[in-house]
């Protein structure tokens, strides 16, 4: 195969060019062709995209690989390299590693994932605010970041301070996940995981902790539970906390009722889908790095989705493998698997995850270079500066990788294996087993070629589970790997593959198809010409419907000689469903049970995690959550998470909140302060750049302006400021003027005069109307409503508009119902939001802005 030239190395494209060649790629898959120029084509810092489509992407990355490939043995070559990626076809390097390989328009980490923490059990002011300083650094580069608050003493404690006893878990939580929301990425926030041990005494509040609604809203919970507390469940028998947990002579201990505790666990997650819960023994006894704890790899926590448990300032970088492209005449009774071809891309795949860290050595190099050139004193640098120190000496030394899969939901259905029966978790098994052993033959084959990791110890990791069970499987590769040692610490997860899934346009990660066809409206004129109106909903607003498939799904059927068309009516879809290997084997309908029996079984051969959600009907008891985590623990999961379908629209609300409402309680002041914080918030309509300005009393908006951003006669400040202050001032003719004043590089202040008139007089007077809406008390969602209701004339008041409610839908409390919706992909009007994102809780779709 002829590798083109990569044609972008100084080409820029429009959206509107990038998204017609993307569409084409993805045979008319809009959703793919926005979600891979929003998320992973290559941009610089003022939106010009310099690739036209995943092709040029492909280029980019194979490039970058074979440089690597290059500098050691029997290399790989660019030929090779694309072969395996292109089209998404086999091997998909996923999130930052797409984003960022071959990038030299943003200095970041190639890392989808870190973990960080304190060395010993120092919980000192300072101690967290160096982990709250690491999490942003980490987050702006991308990075999902984890870490555990165990070590943090109970509400109570005494201290040596002011305050003579400490505040507990809860305010520390708040704190992370306020930091976490305060970090945009790339369009996105930041992603973080808090957990604790069952044995801390505070661990009860921090189950409760996100029950009040719009309290740690940019975090994920899990709770490390053990063994003990498991058998103490089990047995109905009471349970010791610690703090230290664990210790031998704490400073604190408690016995509890560890059936209440569990209840309460199972009833928050029934409610809520939260705290998830990682079974702790059984990640620690299990791990292959713990076998070097003595050597700083102990494991604390977990990355945001679970699926990479982590000693802290390690990271890894994630890759998945398409197995739907494994099956040989896939949907016909001919259909097999081609295991052959499996095994040697596998190890393809370990060499390219391999070559993926040099890169991201490379990376930390340069984010090094750039801290160093910062004009920051050196005090304020140092904290970042050894974060990424510590990092680089723990890629370098462990180099892990984290190779997964997507489509094993579309695989088992090609095959004529129906999902989560013995059959299908079988197969599963013997998949993933093959992955485990070549990814680790691979590893082995490497040490011999580039040397094995730092601190290969065969001895330490002799009584590994995971180990023996290599041992058990194929002899010779583990005496090869006594022999020869091991490129890698660890190799191996399942991870969610959310977009990766939308480009790979198969079913997610170890997940079973959500819905293979469902039918979708969308708006139509009743005046066009050939236009066919299905519904007219109560605004009168006109609807036409149409058929959609899931790609595999599509495929299954013109394999078996099933006519696409839109003329399908819903009975007609019913009965062909039932025809499929799909039928009984959605998400909604597999047996919760034989899901986490599938999980446990497939965990044997998976060193990291499995990121994996029980989805579970809203009339779903308590009694089946408790059920489905205890025999999760039981088969060996190393971690669970359950979400009822509506839960997180039942979020418990604080007793305040609850109180008959007042004037005086639903207001502002009615006297606006002269200074008011303000965050600053940047975003595009079509092809025109918008900025708005979110003036804040207690961190809720309290008024608005907006307009065109970098353009001679819209507003223009730096993409780096991203707050400041809106302070009301008078003009010479005393009249009310709203300035903003921000701080900038060298901590002077510069002053923005005038922001209301950045308008006409028409945007002014409905940016009033808002405000004036906010001032009151209206809930941001009907705000939200309200400035999407509005019936305007003009075209550019419209957009406007559009941006206003954009912006002011980010400080929507996760969970919200956004009612009088309808979902765009199944016209659902189950629809939440999360993030500041509309969340379609039927099929699953996310739409921003």
């Known amino acids: 195969m002829k590798v083109e030239t990569n044609p972008t190395q100084n080409k820029t494209y429009t959206q509107d060019e990038a998204f017609e060649a993307s569409k084409k790629y993805f045979e008319g898959d809009e ?8 998320k992973y084509a290559l941009k610089d810092s003022y939106d010009n995209i310099y690739e036209r489509s995943p092709q040029d992407m492909h280029l980019r990355i194979a490039k970058e690989i074979a440089r690597i490939e290059a500098k050691y ?6 030929e090779e390299i694309m072969g395996l990626i292109k089209n998404f076809k086999y091997i998909v390097p996923q999130g930052s590693p797409m984003a960022g390989i071959g990038n030299k328009f943003q200095v970041g980490s190639l890392s989808n994932c870190f973990v960080i923490g304190n060395d010993g059990e120092s919980d000192s002011y300072g101690s967290i605010m160096k982990i709250d300083q690491e999490q942003v650094q980490l987050m702006k580069r991308r990075g999902g970041v984890g870490h555990d608050l165990s070590h943090i003493r109970p509400k109570g404690s005494p201290v040596k301070n002011s305050a003579l006893t400490s505040t507990g878990i809860v305010p520390f939580m708040e704190r992370y996940s306020n930091s976490t929301r305060e970090v945009a990425q790339d369009g996105r926030r930041g992603a973080l995981m808090l957990s604790i041990s069952i044995n801390h005494p505070d661990s009860e509040n921090f189950i409760d902790a996100k029950m009040e609604q719009g309290k740690v809203t940019g975090a994920n919970v899990s709770v490390r539970i053990d063994d003990e507390f ?7 028998a009471p349970y010791v906390q610690k703090f230290p947990i664990h210790s031998e002579n704490p400073k604190q201990s408690k016995e509890i009722d560890s059936l209440v505790l569990w209840n309460k666990i199972v009833h928050n997650a029934w409610k809520s889908a939260e705290p998830g819960i990682l079974f702790w023994d059984t990640i620690i006894n299990e791990s292959v790095p713990d076998c070097y704890s003595d050597l700083g790899y102990k494991t604390v926590s977990t990355n945001p989705c679970g699926e990479i448990p982590l000693c802290p300032y390690d990271s890894c970088r994630l890759l998945a493998i398409n197995l739907f492209s494994y099956v040989e005449n896939p949907f016909t009774s001919e259909a097999s698997f081609d295991f052959k071809l499996f095994k040697k891309h596998v190890a393809a795949a370990q060499r390219m995850m391999d070559d993926i860290i ?16 910062d004009p920051e004193n050196e005090e304020i640098k140092r904290v970042e500066r050894n974060l990424w120190l510590e990092i680089k000496k723990k890629a370098n030394e462990g180099r892990r990788t984290g190779i997964g899969i997507t489509a094993e939901g579309d695989m088992l259905a090609a095959l004529g294996i129906a999902y989560g029966s013995p059959e299908g978790i079988e197969f599963s098994v013997k998949v993933h087993k093959t992955l485990a052993l070549e990814a680790y033959r691979g590893s082995v084959n490497m040490a011999k070629e580039r040397g094995a990791f730092a601190f290969y110890d065969s001895d330490k990791e002799k009584n590994n589970p995971f180990i023996q069970r290599i041992k058990e499987a194929d002899e010779q590769l583990y005496y090869e790997m006594l022999e020869h040692g091991r490129r890698n610490i660890a190799m191996l997860t399942i991870a969610p593959t959310g977009t990766t899934s939308l480009m790979t346009q198969t079913t997610s990660g170890i997940e079973p198809v959500f819905m293979p066809v469902y039918k979708r409206r969308r708006k139509v004129n009743p005046n066009d010409k050939n236009v066919s109106v299905d519904y007219v909903d109560e605004t009168g607003d006109s609807w036409e419907e149409y058929v959609v498939f899931h790609h595999r799904f599509k495929e299954w059927m013109q394999v078996n000689g099933h006519e696409i068309s839109n003329d399908y009516t819903q009975k007609d879809l019913d009965e062909l469903v039932k025809k499929s290997p799909y039928y009984q084997s959605t998400s909604n309908d597999i047996d919760w049970l034989s899901k986490v029996r599938m999980q446990g079984a497939v965990q044997k051969w998976v060193d990291h995690s499995i990121s994996v959600t029980v989805n579970l009907p809203n009339d779903a008891t308590e009694e089946l959550v408790g059920k489905l985590y205890m025999e999760a623990w039981k088969v060996g999961c190393k971690g669970v998470t359950v979400y009822r379908d509506g839960s997180r629209s039942g979020v418990l609300i604080s007793n305040e909140a609850k109180k008959e409402t007042t004037e005086s309680n639903t207001r502002f002041s009615t006297k606006r302060p002269v200074e008011l914080k303000a965050d600053v918030i940047r975003f595009q309509n079509n092809k025109e750049k918008w900025i708005a300005f979110i003036g804040l009393i207690d961190d809720k908006p309290y008024e608005i302006f907006t307009g065109l951003a970098d353009d001679d006669d819209g507003i223009l400040i730096p993409r780096w400021v991203d707050n400041g202050l809106i302070i009301k001032n008078k ?15 060298r901590g002077y202040k510069t002053t923005i005069e005038g922001l209301s008139h950045k308008f006409d007089p028409e945007f002014w007077n409905y940016a009033k109307l808002i405000s004036s809406t906010l001032r009151h008390g209206m809930p941001i969602d009907n705000a939200v409503d309200l400035i999407n209701s509005l019936q305007l004339n003009s075209e550019s008041i419209n957009t406007w508009k559009n941006g206003v409610a954009r912006a002011l839908k980010r400080y929507v409390a996760d969970g919200t119902e956004a009612k009088g919706q309808k979902c765009t992909n199944c016209s659902s009007t189950n629809l939440i939001y999360q993030e500041g994102c509309l969340t379609c809780k039927d099929c699953g779709s996310s739409k921003c802005g």
């Open 230 to 236: 498991m058998k103490s469940v089990e047995n109905r």
């Open 731 to 745: 003009n010479e003719q005393g009249n009310s003027r709203y300035d903003f004043q921000y701080k900038n590089q």
């Open 358 to 373: 040099d890169l991201e050595l490379e990376k930390i190099e340069d984010i090094l270079r750039k801290i160093n050139a």
């Open 31 to 38: 959703l793919a062709a926005r979600v891979w120029i929003n």
């Open 73 to 78: 043995p029997n290399p790989m070559s660019e």
